[in-house]
């Protein structure tokens, strides 16, 4: 089978995932090492899994990401409303912020501007505008009545300037003329991401002093919005909301395969029993890598298709959606749910980051 020769397009806005995809691209070679200028560490907090990612400038092309820190905070029971997983969270989350907060020499009287990226009516894209809508803002009482503001509080302003295709106008335009007149001291912004995993959609949260690209995870780049374009330190924070078809079906294929795999390893033969058994619906099976079956098995079960590695299943995959169009951006059903209770999450973090008189405990129960 003749394979097209155009290599994929990094599709991810994740660096934990970029760094995966460089890690097994098969051009790499000895003499371009592939973890040169990355480093990556696993930190357990509280029974969540970070991942912090730092990329040096020297690999900001090879990995298609902007150089900085990113952290990714792993978290499968988010998706399930779990109020306790949450609660841990959101005290993580707000400990992140106040770490990056000392890094970048931000301190606790600063002003900082919150800018809400994406597009309120499109519901995986309104996570942006969702969390300002719960932050903390106090600019006007500085101006107003300063002497009624208590110890323990900065400044902040927040915004959700929407997409060019409402507004006719370049979003990070708009963020530099409101950074030019509310003259920050830092930028905080939030934006719906796009993921490349099916296990990362509504799982994870991303956090990185490299700014944000927006629309770079859908092919469709806008202006970045970053130190280097608004002059003051920016902090980036996204959810994975959408996927693409490829990788849906990608990881159903890998599902499928350490399915049989685990089958073959407690001594069924493969396809004698493909249902999950002993499964009641809705438990989640315990797939992982040491189930996928050798590379003979899995050609004996999915013909050609076993014996692809990661990209060339990818390839192939694309080359059949593309052409009919179905390489589409899909997001789960109870995206609603999750879009609200995420922006809580996010507000309650980050009001407690901000302000030294807010615990993690005490944001929830502040309403504009």
């Keep these: 089978m003749e394979r097209s020769e155009e290599k994929e397009t990094i599709r991810t806005d994740l660096a934990v995932e970029a760094k995966d995809m460089v890690e097994a691209d098969p051009e790499n070679t000895e003499d371009q090492p592939k973890n040169q200028g990355v ?10 899994d970070l991942v912090h990612v730092t990329i040096d400038p020297e690999a900001e092309e090879r990995m298609g990401k902007k150089a900085g820190h990113y952290v990714t905070f792993e978290a499968q029971g988010i998706r399930d409303k779990n109020t306790e997983l949450q609660r841990k969270l959101i005290r993580t989350f707000s400990g992140t912020i106040a770490d990056y ?6 301190q606790p009287d600063h ?9 309120r009516d499109v519901t995986p894209d309104a996570l942006g505008p969702k969390t300002v809508e719960e932050i903390m803002v106090t600019r006007h009482l500085f101006k107003e009545a300063p002497e009624h503001v208590e110890e323990g509080y900065r400044p ?21 003329a409101l950074v030019e007149r509310a003259r920050p001291d830092f930028v905080i912004a939030i934006d719906a991401l796009a993921s490349r995993s099916l296990e990362r959609v509504n799982a994870t949260i991303q956090v990185s002093d490299a700014g944000i690209h927006p629309g770079a995870g859908v092919q469709n780049e806008r202006k970045q919005v970053n130190e280097e374009t608004l002059g003051v330190p920016v902090i980036a924070i996204g959810i994975p ?9 990608s990881d159903t294929i890998d599902f499928l395969i350490k399915h049989i795999g685990k089958e073959m390893s ?3 033969a493969p396809g004698r029993n493909l249902a999950p058994a002993g499964l009641t619906f809705g438990e989640k099976p315990e797939l992982s890598e040491e189930h996928i079956p050798q590379a003979e098995n899995r050609q004996a079960v999915l013909g050609l298709v076993g014996g692809l590695d ?3 299943k990818r390839q192939l995959i694309r080359e059949v959606l593309g052409p009919l169009g179905h390489n589409l951006m899909v997001t789960p059903k109870e995206v609603d749910t999750f879009m609200s209770d995420m922006a809580h999450v996010l507000a309650q973090g980050l009001n407690a980051a901000l302000h030294e008189a807010v615990t993690p405990e005490s944001a929830g129960a502040y309403t504009r």
């Excluded at 907060?101 to 931000?106: H, N, P, S």
């Design 111 to 119: 002003s900082c501007l919150i800018i809400g990226l994406g597009n």
């Design 156 to 176: 902040v302003s927040a915004m959700a300037p929407g997409v060019m295709g409402v507004t006719g106008m370049e979003t990070s335009d708009i963020i530099e």
């Design 241 to 249: 909301t959408v996927v693409d078809a490829v990788s849906i079906t």
């Design 39 to 48: 480093a990556v560490e696993h930190e357990d907090v509280d029974g969540i």
């Design 266 to 268: 407690e001594g069924d």
């Design 310 to 312: 990661e990209e060339e």
């Design 101 to 106: 907060f000392e890094k970048k020499g931000i």
